[in-house]
């Protein structure tokens, strides 16, 4: 007999990207005494990863739990970037409802329509919360409207247009159901989500069944399965089977070793959990995201979305530069395979494939960003190797055309940089759809662009816009291929021999370009150590040094000056790098070379191409 839970709920916290869903979480955790009251307490407590908190931003989605009155309260924080999604997609089926945050300055954004879409579509009943209401030009109520507006463009039923709405600072930690007063704590939002999320339903009586959301690992104990017990019960020593929607033939035996319930940010273990619970089990070896956990007697799946596909690609390559091996502690194949294929117990938007080769593997993410976090995480656990130029996946129609990925991009940029944007994004193929203004002489540009188009644009775009614009892309989906883009207009600058850079050879070579290194960095035949100012490779002898003449000139003391080197990131570097170039990448360093070293060979692998190409 169905029944419900009522002293839970289970609620998401969805929004765009840096609208404070993160900080919202902190103010919850603090109202509701899982801190003590001197305990010191980092803000965005939920942003465990290190590369989460130098980025602020939510990289993986976060269960915690608190007690309101008696009420438990399951919350999820998750992540706002698109090449994220994957990560919202799941937990959603964990949840009865959703709490929106939205900036009251910006305004919903693109990645607040793609969120909130995928929750309607769940039919989870939604919560606003304007968030930043104290913050400098915010104007809580055109966003009420402008909210209103995405949720009927969205198809909202009128249950959901009449959804409430909260007003927030969850960095002061107040909230208030009326714009007139102030709010003295988080108390109306706690309040909201009592009277307005549903409680959770099942049948206690019933088979077991619970749907794995989400994957955690640890070294100690294997993977880590989370998800909502739908009914029946589960208990510790408990005799189950593994089933899955997609899979009809999976039907593997398993025991449930160890049980968690999550009370503050702890995961505390228990004996048994009962319907409506959100719960982590480990101890089960072949677990995957989207398996159902059923009773021996019952093992029927819960329905699961698919997620989305990858749309862009690179190889990671074993680094087999002259300087391979020197700074790195996990250099060899077999350890950049077994890391790779680690990564897919978490992260389920990626795919990892083996190539022809052995030391090269196909890795396939969401975006730019979901591969350039991947890379510094491996980088910072010792591992050192090389990877090329992201490429989008191409797929095929009935016809045999090729398709191409494309993207909506939304561009919030001061007036007088809109031109430079719209000429430089419709070099790239990109089609200006709509153009509006936005707040505070900003202009909001939106264009469709093929997903290639983006790539290597974003440090341009810092550029042209002086650091002033916003940037956001939300995947659209497979079109016909657009043409031929020029990823770089510059050659690159190329070491023509191995030793260390002094003074005098950069100062040559600065006139051809701007530099990447400077004086004393050891570099190698092949490697790229700046952007030439025209459109080829340019070779420079930068560890030349000035010949020695017994005759002095009154210049010949006076010291050469350089100008300061661009020092790229990986993200400026990933950007920078041709189709014909690798970034060799090691703890210590950043290193852009040549795919193939030597000079003549890359000649003749060129010339090779070319005439493939007319072939």
Same mark, same amino acid.
Request: charged share 25%.
């Given at each position: 007999?169905?029944?419900?839970?009522?002293?839970?709920?289970?609620?998401?916290? &969805?929004?765009?990207?840096?609208?404070?869903?993160?900080?919202?979480?902190?103010?919850?955790?603090?109202?509701?005494?899982?801190?003590?009251?001197?305990?010191?307490?980092?803000?965005?407590?939920?942003?465990?990863?290190?590369?989460?908190?130098?980025?602020?931003?939510?990289?993986?989605?976060?269960?915690?739990?608190?007690?309101?009155?008696?009420?438990?309260?399951?919350?999820?924080?998750?992540?706002?970037?698109?090449?994220?999604?994957?990560?919202?997609?799941?937990?959603?089926?964990?949840?009865?409802?959703?709490?929106?945050?939205?900036?009251?300055?910006?305004?919903?954004?693109?990645?607040?329509?793609?969120?909130?879409?995928?929750?309607?579509?769940?039919?989870?009943?939604?919560?606003?919360?304007?968030?930043?209401?104290?913050?400098?030009?915010?104007?809580?109520?055109?966003?009420?409207?402008?909210?209103?507006?995405?949720?009927?463009?969205?198809?909202?039923?009128?249950?959901?247009?009449?959804?409430?709405?909260?007003?927030?600072?969850?960095?002061?930690?107040?909230?208030?159901?009326?714009?007139?007063?102030?709010?003295?704590?988080?108390?109306?939002?706690?309040?909201?989500?009592?009277?307005?999320?549903?409680?959770?339903?099942?049948?206690?009586?019933?088979?077991?069944?619970?749907?794995?959301?989400?994957?955690?690992?640890?070294?100690?104990?294997?993977?880590?399965?989370?998800?909502?017990?739908?009914?029946?019960?589960?208990?510790?020593?408990?005799?189950?089977?593994?089933?899955?929607?997609?899979?009809?033939?999976?039907?593997?035996?398993?025991?449930?070793?160890?049980?968690?319930?999550?009370?503050?940010?702890?995961?505390?273990?228990?004996?048994?959990?009962?319907?409506?619970?959100?719960?982590?089990?480990?101890?089960?070896?072949?677990?995957? &995201?989207?398996?159902?956990?059923?009773?021996?007697?019952?093992?029927?799946?819960?329905?699961?979305?698919?997620?989305?596909?990858?749309?862009?690609?690179?190889?990671?390559?074993?680094?087999?530069?002259?300087?391979?091996?020197?700074?790195?502690?996990?250099?060899?194949?077999?350890?950049?395979?077994?890391?790779?294929?680690?990564?897919?117990?978490?992260?389920?938007?990626?795919?990892?494939?083996?190539?022809?080769?052995?030391?090269?593997?196909?890795?396939?993410?969401?975006?730019?960003?979901?591969?350039?976090?991947?890379?510094?995480?491996?980088?910072?656990?010792?591992?050192?190797?090389?990877?090329?130029?992201?490429?989008?996946?191409?797929?095929?129609?009935?016809?045999?055309?090729?398709?191409?990925?494309?993207?909506?991009?939304?561009?919030?940029?001061?007036?007088?940089?809109?031109?430079?944007?719209?000429?430089?994004?419709?070099?790239?193929?990109?089609?200006?759809?709509?153009?509006?203004?936005?707040?505070?002489?900003?202009?909001?540009?939106?264009?469709?662009?093929?997903?290639?188009?983006?790539?290597?644009?974003?440090?341009?775009?810092?550029?042209?816009?002086?650091?002033?614009?916003?940037?956001?892309?939300?995947?659209?989906?497979?079109?016909?291929?657009?043409?031929?883009?020029?990823?770089?207009?510059?050659?690159?600058?190329?070491?023509?021999?191995?030793?260390?850079?002094?003074?005098?050879?950069?100062?040559?070579?600065?006139?051809?370009?701007?530099?990447? &290194?400077?004086?004393?960095?050891?570099?190698?035949?092949?490697?790229?150590?700046?952007?030439?100012?025209?459109?080829?490779?340019?070779?420079?002898?930068?560890?030349?040094?000035?010949?020695?003449?017994?005759?002095?000139?009154?210049?010949?003391?006076?010291?050469?000056?350089?100008?300061?080197?661009?020092?790229?990131?990986?993200?400026?570097?990933?950007?920078?790098?041709?189709?014909?170039?690798?970034?060799?990448?090691?703890?210590?360093?950043?290193?852009?070379?040549?795919?193939?070293?030597?000079?003549?060979?890359?000649?003749?692998?060129? &010339?090779?191409?070319?005439?493939?190409?007319?072939?």
């Amino acid at each position: 007999m169905i029944q419900k839970r009522e002293d839970v709920r289970n609620v998401a916290i &969805i929004a765009h990207v840096d609208h404070g869903k993160t900080t919202l979480v902190d103010g919850l955790l603090r109202q509701s005494g899982v801190f003590r009251a001197n305990q010191e307490v980092v803000d965005r407590v939920m942003d465990s990863n290190a590369i989460e908190r130098e980025r602020g931003i939510t990289i993986l989605s976060k269960n915690t739990a608190v007690n309101y009155n008696g009420i438990k309260i399951n919350i999820i924080d998750t992540p706002g970037h698109a090449d994220f999604g994957g990560e919202v997609e799941r937990i959603l089926k964990m949840v009865n409802g959703v709490i929106l945050v939205v900036d009251a300055f910006e305004g919903p954004m693109p990645q607040t329509r793609f969120v909130l879409s995928k929750a309607m579509s769940l039919n989870l009943p939604v919560i606003v919360c304007i968030n930043k209401i104290d913050r400098p030009g915010a104007r809580p109520t055109q966003v009420i409207d402008e909210v209103l507006e995405l949720l009927m463009d969205l198809g909202a039923s009128d249950e959901q247009l009449d959804c409430p709405f909260v007003f927030a600072s969850a960095k002061a930690g107040i909230a208030t159901l009326d714009l007139g007063s102030a709010g003295s704590s988080m108390k109306p939002l706690f309040e909201t989500i009592v009277n307005y999320i549903p409680a959770p339903e099942g049948d206690p009586d019933a088979g077991t069944q619970m749907l794995v959301s989400t994957i955690d690992y640890n070294e100690y104990v294997g993977r880590i399965g989370v998800g909502r017990l739908d009914n029946g019960i589960l208990k510790v020593g408990q005799e189950c089977v593994l089933v899955n929607h997609h899979d009809p033939d999976k039907l593997d035996k398993v025991k449930i070793t160890k049980l968690y319930e999550f009370e503050g940010l702890q995961k505390i273990e228990v004996p048994e959990a009962h319907v409506g619970s959100i719960v982590a089990v480990s101890g089960i070896e072949n677990l995957r &995201i989207g398996d159902t956990i059923c009773a021996p007697e019952n093992p029927v799946a819960i329905p699961f979305q698919k997620i989305s596909e990858p749309t862009i690609s690179m190889s990671f390559v074993v680094n087999d530069s002259p300087m391979a091996g020197r700074e790195g502690k996990f250099v060899t194949s077999r350890h950049l395979r077994d890391r790779l294929y680690r990564e897919l117990n978490t992260d389920v938007s990626l795919r990892v494939e083996d190539t022809d080769t052995t030391d090269t593997f196909k890795v396939s993410g969401r975006g730019e960003l979901h591969l350039s976090v991947l890379i510094e995480t491996m980088r910072r656990e010792g591992y050192e190797f090389a990877v090329s130029k992201a490429e989008v996946i191409y797929k095929t129609d009935e016809k045999g055309k090729k398709l191409e990925p494309i993207e909506y991009c939304y561009i919030d940029v001061p007036d007088e940089f809109s031109g430079a944007v719209i000429s430089k994004l419709s070099e790239r193929k990109g089609n200006l759809v709509n153009m509006g203004t936005a707040n505070n002489g900003f202009a909001r540009l939106e264009f469709e662009i093929p997903s290639r188009g983006l790539i290597g644009y974003h440090d341009s775009f810092l550029t042209d816009t002086k650091g002033n614009g916003i940037m956001n892309t939300i995947f659209k989906g497979y079109e016909p291929f657009k043409g031929e883009i020029a990823y770089r207009n510059q050659g690159s600058l190329i070491a023509f021999e191995a030793g260390t850079a002094v003074t005098y050879g950069l100062f040559q070579a600065q006139e051809r370009g701007n530099l990447f &290194i400077t004086a004393g960095t050891e570099v190698y035949a092949g490697m790229v150590i700046g952007e030439a100012g025209k459109g080829e490779d340019v070779f420079c002898n930068v560890c030349k040094t000035k010949h020695l003449t017994n005759t002095r000139t009154s210049s010949s003391d006076e010291s050469l000056r350089l100008v300061p080197p661009k020092v790229l990131s990986l993200e400026q570097a990933i950007d920078f790098i041709d189709t014909d170039e690798l970034l060799e990448v090691t703890p210590k360093s950043l290193r852009i070379r040549k795919k193939i070293l030597d000079p003549r060979m890359r000649k003749r692998a060129a &010339i090779s191409a070319e005439n493939k190409a007319k072939n």
